[in-house]
């Protein structure tokens, strides 16, 4: 079922009452018949209906003690009835019967359905004809072509706000862009010279390596060296003094040779008698 409804949120002063009046009008599309439009004037404690085909219409006000009555019947507050009574005349609800049936008189019943507490009740109110349909159908119209032109304007500040927003979004985009790449940029940059740092102190670091190790080579020679200079100092002083000793038994030797035998044996004693 095709559903066509437009509300108007202008706070319409009623010059009779000093209760801000609330506004609706809805497309009711019943099977087997033309199109209606009901147009609802909703107040704290009474509304007022009219409906038309575009060539007649009907009305009807309920009172505040008709409202009072109805709601009294239903056990619920006036402001609860009148909600839900303007919330199945703002919009055609779902699951919902609606008719629309004559009642004698050229008299009209708008009726609909609802589920309460898993009950399925029907509200009826009676319409009568009105003295001057073509005023109602041109009220009803003009309602219309206001609320269309409302909401025409709506849509343009709705389009012009989300082209805004649009363009705003761009700018962050393209900034968020610029962004991203002057930080990879930045780090790129810090990248190579925290590399460049890096590689200039490895290389520091194997030149006093290898001066390091060179010094280490150098000095184990040295001690090498000064091992076996030593050693070959005392191999020969060794022989030095062995050929000392040698030539010290040579001349010991040589000197027993050279003195004479006879010395050795000495004088005679002469002997006394």
């Known amino acids: 079922m095709g559903v066509l409804s437009s509300r108007v949120s202008l706070a319409r002063k009623n010059f009779n009452s000093t209760a801000t009046a609330r506004h609706t009008c809805l497309k009711l599309e019943i099977p087997s018949t033309d199109p209606l439009f009901v147009k609802g004037t909703w107040f704290d404690t009474h509304f007022h209906l009219s409906v038309t085909d575009g060539l007649r219409a009907w009305l009807c006000n309920a009172t505040e003690e008709e409202v009072q009555e109805r709601a009294a019947q239903w056990d619920q507050p006036v402001a609860e009835y009148i909600e839900l009574a303007e919330r199945y005349l703002e919009f055609q609800q779902p699951g919902s019967v609606y008719q ?110 290898d001066q390091l190790s060179k010094q280490e080579i150098a000095g184990k020679a040295s001690v090498d060296e000064e091992e076996s200079t030593d050693k070959t100092e005392s191999y020969h002083s060794g022989s030095n003094a062995e050929e000392s000793e040698e030539e010290a038994d040579k001349k010991i030797t040589s000197s027993s040779k050279d003195i004479p035998a006879g010395r050795g044996r000495g004088r005679k004693r002469a002997t006394r008698k």
Not at 162 to 189: D, G, H, I, V
Not at 198 to 204: G, I, R
Request: aromatic share 10%; charged share 40%.
């Open 100 to 209: 629309f049936v004559d009642a004698g008189d050229d008299h009209k019943r708008l009726s609909w359905t609802f589920e309460r507490e898993g009950t399925k009740l029907e509200w009826r109110w009676k319409f009568q004809p009105s003295n001057d349909s073509r005023k109602i159908t041109a009220g009803i119209l003009d309602f219309l072509m206001d609320a269309n032109i409302n909401l025409s304007e709506e849509v343009v500040r709705k389009t012009q706000s989300f082209e805004k927003l649009k363009l705003e979004a761009e700018k962050c985009l393209e900034q968020s862009e610029r962004f991203t790449n002057e930080k990879m940029e930045f780090e790129s940059e810090i990248y190579a010279k925290f590399l460049g740092v890096l590689n200039s102190k490895k290389a520091k670091l194997r030149e006093l390596r």
